[in-house]
């Protein structure tokens, strides 16, 4: 059974720092992207940070960048994502997934997904 179990969300104050951390396991995840996206309340889910297989190549949503890092470890099939600077814009659930290439991580399609955890910035 596949799983993405992911730890280290919480409450944190306005300029703050918090570390998310996410372990794949159940199949072999060669060849696959990860990343993390967000759902604030009464918005729709967005992509956050991706990484490729090689983590040669990474992406970012426009109001995160300079703020949040991503990186993996393919040996232990687990993505990590660095938030530093939160705003409480930023409040919202974090999840964790895992998807065959870039493009179906990005389009769902045959994505694995963790379960969610919230991230709350307060002001």
């Known amino acids: 059974q596949v799983q993405l179990v992911e730890s280290g969300g919480g409450l944190v104050r306005d300029g703050g720092s918090l570390r998310r951390e996410c372990a794949a396991s159940?199949?072999?995840?060669?060849?696959?992207?990860m990343g993390w996206f967000r759902q604030a309340p009464g918005k729709e889910r967005e992509e956050v940070a991706l990484?490729?297989?090689?983590?040669?190549?990474?992406y970012y949503t426009d109001s995160v960048k300079g703020r949040f890092t991503i990186s993996r470890d393919k040996a232990k099939s687990t993505v990590s994502l660095q938030m530093n600077s939160l705003k409480p814009e930023d409040t919202a659930v974090y999840y964790c997934?895992?998807?065959?290439?870039?493009?179906?991580?990005?389009?769902?399609?045959?994505?694995?997904w963790g379960k969610g955890t919230l991230v709350t910035v307060s002001s």
């Open positions: 997934a895992a998807g065959d290439g870039l493009y179906n991580l990005r389009k769902g399609v045959g994505t694995y």
């Open positions: 159940g199949r072999t995840f060669d060849g696959y992207a």
């Open positions: 990484i490729t297989w090689s983590g040669g190549s990474t």
